[in-house]
């Protein structure tokens, strides 16, 4: 499987972007995709996730109600709205793909057997 997102950038506290990510190959409606971000020293964090049958959205309570995940399940592609963003939220944001233990509150990296390149999302004013 191939990964590819697009999207990110640069914007100002209480401002908005999206994020897209397509993938390429042959997918199972009973895996999952995803999104996490990095910042430099600190561990890979699950931002939201979703099933590859577009059920079962679940995004991280650090952004609960702020971003949205979504799934276009006719382009393979899933997205991440990301509004009222804070300087917090400035990273590195991936793409992932797995199983749908990627929905679980505990289910991190271990959950994850393909990975985006990243795009850098930075929010300041």
């Known amino acids: 499987l191939q990964l590819v997102e697009s999207g990110g950038g640069s914007a100002q506290p209480g401002g908005s972007l999206s994020l897209s990510c397509k993938v390429s190959?042959?997918?199972?409606?009973?895996?999952?995709m995803g999104w996490f971000r990095q910042v430099p020293g600190k561990v890979r964090e699950k931002v939201a996730s979703?099933?590859?049958?577009?059920?079962?959205?679940v995004v991280a309570d650090p952004v609960k109600g702020r971003f949205i995940i979504s799934r276009d399940n006719t382009d393979n592609t899933i997205y991440l709205d990301m509004n009222n963003l804070k300087p917090d939220d400035t990273a590195t944001y991936y793409c992932?793909?797995?199983?749908?233990?990627?929905?679980?509150?505990?289910?991190?990296?271990?959950?994850?057997?393909?990975w985006g390149q990243g795009t850098q999302v930075t929010v300041s004013s």
């Open positions: 992932a793909y797995g199983s749908a233990a990627l929905l679980a509150s505990d289910g991190g990296l271990g959950s994850v057997d393909y």
């Open positions: 190959g042959s997918t199972r409606s009973t895996d999952a």
């Open positions: 979703i099933m590859n049958s577009g059920r079962s959205p």
